[in-house]
C-alpha cells in the first residue's frame, strides 16, 4: 500500500487586502511553528497581488506558496497574465490549474488547461489540476464520464506525482456550503484513479484532492475516505482557525 501524505491548500480567490493576507500568512506561520513537525502538507494560494509578501512571510516555515492560474505561454503580449516562471520566481512551488471559476467564468477548454499544466511543468511548478460535474451533470447521471474527459483532456504528457495533484471540486458544491456525500466522493476518487493509469507512471502517489464548503465541521469524515489525499479549501481557508482545524483533522 502506498501512503500518500495529506495535502490542504488553501485558495484564497479574489479575496484580501495587503494587511488581511498578511495577518492570515502570519497567523499560519504561528500555528505551524507552535504544533511542531506534522504529518500533512500545507499549501497557499494568495491572489497575485499577495504572492510577493505572503512568500515573504511564509519563507523559511513549511507552508507552500502557490498561484492561482498561469499563462501557457513562457512570456509575451498578453496583457493581465501571469506566467509560470513568474510564479516560481517569486517562490511558488504549485499552481492551481482549470479551477472550474476559471473553465465556466473565463471560459477555459481542456486543451487550454493541458496547455498550462504543461508550462507550469516547464517551470518546475506542480500543478494543481482542478476536475469537477455541474449539477445538471450529476443529476443525468454524467458525472464519472465528465470527470473522465476532463483528466483525459487536461493533463498532458510528462505528468507524475511529482508535478501534478488532481483537485475534485464538484461545482454544485463551492461556496454553496453543500458538500457531496462521502460514498459519491468515495466513488469519483477511486474513479479518478483508475483514469489517471493512462495518464501518468505512478497514478497510486498521485495526491487526489476533494473540494467544495470543505469545513472545520466536514472534514474529519472527508479526509478519512480512501483515495482522499487532502482538500481544497476555499472560504474556510480565509479564517486561520478553520484552515487550520481542517489540516488538523487529518493528523
Ligand atoms: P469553497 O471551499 O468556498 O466551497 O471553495 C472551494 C474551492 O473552489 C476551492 O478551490
Known amino acids: 500500500m502506498v501512503l500518500r ?3 490542504i491548500a488553501g485558495n484564497w480567490k479574489m479575496n484580501g487586502l495587503y494587511a488581511d493576507g498578511m495577518a492570515l500568512a502570519q497567523e499560519l506561520v504561528g500555528r505551524i511553528t507552535a504544533a511542531g513537525p506534522v504529518g500533512f502538507d500545507l499549501l497557499v494560494c494568495p491572489p497575485a497581488t499577495l504572492l510577493y509578501p505572503v512568500g515573504q512571510v511564509l519563507a523559511g516555515h513549511p507552508i507552500a506558496l502557490g498561484g492561482q492560474d498561469c499563462h501557457a505561454a513562457e512570456k509575451g503580449a498578453h496583457t493581465g497574465d501571469l506566467s509560470a516562471p513568474m510564479l516560481t520566481d517569486l517562490g511558488a512551488r504549485y499552481v492551481i490549474v482549470g479551477h472550474s471559476e476559471r473553465r465556466y467564468d473565463h471560459g477555459e477548454t481542456d486543451g487550454d488547461i493541458a496547455a498550462k499544466v504543461a508550462a507550469a511543468h516547464a517551470a518546475g511548478l506542480v500543478a494543481v489540476v482542478c476536475v469537477g460535474e455541474t449539477l445538471a451533470q450529476r443529476e443525468s447521471g454524467a458525472a464519472l464520464t465528465v470527470v473522465a474527459d476532463q483528466i483525459a483532456g487536461s493533463i498532458p504528457a510528462g505528468s507524475t506525482s511529482h508535478n501534478l495533484v488532481v483537485a ?9 456550503g453543500r458538500t457531496a456525500q462521502v460514498a459519491d466522493v468515495a466513488e469519483m476518487h477511486a474513479h479518478i484513479r483508475t483514469v489517471l493509469a493512462a495518464k501518468v507512471p505512478d497514478p497510486e502517489k498521485v495526491q487526489i484532492l476533494y473540494g467544495g464548503s470543505v469545513k472545520p465541521a466536514n472534514a474529519a469524515s472527508l479526509m478519512a475516505i480512501a483515495d482522499v489525499d487532502g482538500a481544497l479549501v476555499g472560504g474556510a481557508s480565509l479564517v486561520a482557525g478553520d484552515f487550520w482545524a481542517i489540516a488538523e483533522s487529518c493528523r
Open 5 to 7: 501524505r495529506k495535502l
Open 168 to 176: 475534485y471540486e464538484p461545482v454544485w458544491a463551492i461556496g454553496t
